[in-house]
């Protein structure tokens, strides 16, 4: 399995950014991304994973960080393989490395890093004042 995030950049205080997340591969039970739920996670600097967004494996369902929630929006495309997050009214407290993983249970969402088993290598992005 493989995930691999893009669209990470620098931007300013109010931008928005879009990240995509492309997936590849089928995990050891045969099952792919059409199966899994998403996550994304962000990490800054000597600190711990944070829960960013989750979607189920259909789309149906998404939950969101407490810090993120009316700003940011979660999507997935299964015929693309590929998991979104529209980053919208970005703050400097937003700049972070942005990992997608992959949480072989589909449903219900996770927020715990421990419950994805399949992470990307991350995405910086960073918004200045």
């Known amino acids: 399995v493989r995930l691999v995030e893009s669209g990470g950049g620098l931007v300013q205080l109010g931008d928005s950014l879009i990240l995509s997340c492309s997936a590849s591969?089928?995990?050891?039970?045969?099952?792919?991304?059409?199966?899994?739920?998403m996550g994304w996670f962000r990490q800054r600097p000597g600190k711990a994973h944070e829960f960013v967004a989750a979607?189920?494996?259909?789309?149906?369902?998404?939950d969101y960080g407490h810090s993120v929630k009316g700003r940011f929006t979660i999507s997935r495309d299964n015929v693309q393989k590929t998991t979104y997050l529209q980053m919208d009214s970005l703050r400097p407290e937003d700049t972070a490395v942005y990992y997608c993983a992959a949480d072989q249970g589909g449903w219900p969402l996770n927020s715990v890093p421990e419950a994805y088993t399949y992470w990307g290598r991350g995405t910086p992005v960073a918004v200045s004042s």
């Open positions: 591969g089928r995990g050891g039970d045969g099952r792919d991304f059409s199966s899994w739920a």
């Open positions: 979607i189920s494996w259909i789309g149906g369902d998404a």
